[in-house]
């Protein structure tokens, strides 16, 4: 286990270093997370039929759920942990992980639960149509009841990073995603077994890395590891105080998957009314492609993420100020390659999921540079989010994200198309992406503006500011 434990210093290291250190093994991990969605858009648009590929976009929201979850647990407590080891309180870091790993689980058994015994219920909620159905059913029932390893091995990473193991965490992936790829093929193709195949192959990928992530945290070897929970009286106030607080301070995170959720079923029913089933499927591939972007984004916020925590735990505010920019100059690169591949590739991205035969490839063609020109705002936002969340500002990061993922996102899906046409469906998202980026710059610049008028104050008053 020692050789899985990388070392790293968060509080002396020099932060282009130590952001080096974190971000490859990061990206790298959520790479090919990204492959898992792409190879299942992939094997089920080729394998199957557009009308899969759509199916799978209206049930995507359950899996963004999940994934939601996963990274609220996990933001919340690593911060919080992070934050304790900066202390030297080793016990109550365990402690804390090994809460939101518990409560985490038994909330979405429940969930799935629920999902599972109103399937078709669920389905036609989320959007799904007469034709598409069925086929969502069955994709739903083979996938949802996994949910709770989709979570831990969110959560799971963020533990790993922190307990000095971004190399491990990056392999709990990369397993996960070679699974889903391999049996995605054999079950799909060899043996033909359609939505059922596509849905078990991730289940089983998932499943894989989580239980690599649990045995890593079970190990007494490690720094941060599970820790018996009490179950008296005393400490289940205790748990209950932790994970409300963990919740808040995660809480940005799971509004973010959920944000993406509401995307992909607010443009369902956006794309369905202008253009049918054959949008949804266009539409389909523009959700298998955010995602990944996304990720990206968020490897980068997560790889400053112990970093910003521990240092602000030490009040050592110029490391956390050169992290947090750092990072925002990193994703803001990432979205000027990402903005122009879209560009200038878009016939050759559709291309990877459906066969120009299809007439959602014409629209997907047209549409996916419209919806790339927001990929920078995204870039901007999805960092900033991550920052306020590491610096316990959660109230920032909530409102920003519930600004672009729910109040300027739905405006923007309704109000577009009535001005523009299906141009304006295209532009919805980055246009609110855009508008959040403002939000974001008005936040900083009247912080800049309180810190210089703070300074001011204390200069009168022959003060040294600190």
């Not at 870091?93 to 799935?112: D, E, G, H, K, P």
């Not at 629920?114 to 669920?122: E, G, K, N």
């Not at 949008?279 to 492609?289: D, H, K, Q, R």
Request: net charge positive; glycine share 8%; hydrophobic share 50%.
């Amino acid at each position: 286990m020692e050789k899985m434990r990388d070392s790293i210093d968060f509080k002396n290291t020099d932060i282009k270093t130590l952001f080096r250190k974190l971000l490859l093994p990061t990206v790298l991990g959520m790479i090919f997370s990204a492959l898992f969605i792409i190879t299942d858009g992939i094997f089920v648009g080729k394998g199957i039929g557009s009308d899969a590929l759509a199916a799978v976009n209206i049930v995507s929201p359950l899996w963004l759920f999940s994934t939601g979850v996963g990274l609220m647990f996990g933001v919340g407590a690593s911060v919080v942990a992070s934050i304790h080891l900066s202390h030297g309180k080793v016990k109550v870091a365990r402690i804390n992980i090994t809460q939101s790993v518990v409560i985490s689980s038994l909330l979405l058994m429940c969930t799935s639960t629920l999902f599972c015994s109103f399937a078709p219920q669920v389905v036609k909620l989320l959007g799904g149509s007469e034709r598409l159905t069925p086929l969502a059913v069955e994709y739903m029932l083979w996938f949802v009841p996994f949910s709770l390893f989709t979570a831990l091995l969110n959560s799971g990473m963020f533990f790993l990073r922190l307990d000095g193991s971004p190399s491990f965490a990056m392999m709990c992936n990369v397993v996960a995603a070679v699974l889903n790829i391999l049996l995605d093929y054999l079950f799909i193709f060899p043996l033909g077994w359609g939505m059922f195949g596509a849905a078990l192959a991730s289940a089983i990928g998932t499943t894989v890395g989580a239980f690599m992530t649990v045995s890593y945290l079970l190990r007494r070897r490690c720094a941060l590891r599970f820790h018996p929970v009490k179950m008296s009286r005393k400490s289940m106030q205790l748990m209950r105080h932790n994970i409300g607080y963990m919740c808040r301070m995660g809480s940005s995170a799971f509004l973010c998957e959920v944000a993406i959720a509401s995307m992909m079923f607010v443009g369902n029913q956006v794309f369905i009314h202008y253009l049918k089933e054959d949008g949804v499927a266009a539409f389909s591939i523009a959700c298998y492609f955010f995602p990944i972007i996304f990720m990206v984004y968020n490897a980068i916020a997560q790889s400053a993420q112990p970093i910003i925590s521990y240092n602000y735990g030490l009040n050592e505010s110029q490391r956390v100020r050169r992290a947090y920019l750092l990072a925002l100059k990193t994703a803001i690169g990432c979205g000027v390659c990402f903005a122009l591949t879209t560009i200038f590739c878009s016939p050759e991205i559709v291309g990877m999921f459906i066969d120009r035969s299809y007439p959602a490839y014409d629209i997907a063609v047209k549409g996916l540079p419209l919806y790339a020109t927001g990929f920078v705002f995204f870039a901007v936002n999805i960092v900033s989010i991550g920052y306020f969340q590491s610096v316990e500002r959660a109230k920032y990061a909530t409102v920003i994200t519930l600004l672009r993922g729910f109040i300027l996102l739905t405006a923007c899906f309704f109000g577009l198309p009535l001005l523009l046409g299906d141009r304006g469906i295209w532009l919805a998202t980055p246009l609110a992406e855009m508008l959040t980026t403002l939000f974001i710059l008005v936040i900083y610049i009247s912080g800049k503006r309180k810190d210089k008028e703070k300074s001011v104050s204390l200069d009168k008053t022959g003060c040294t500011p600190t």
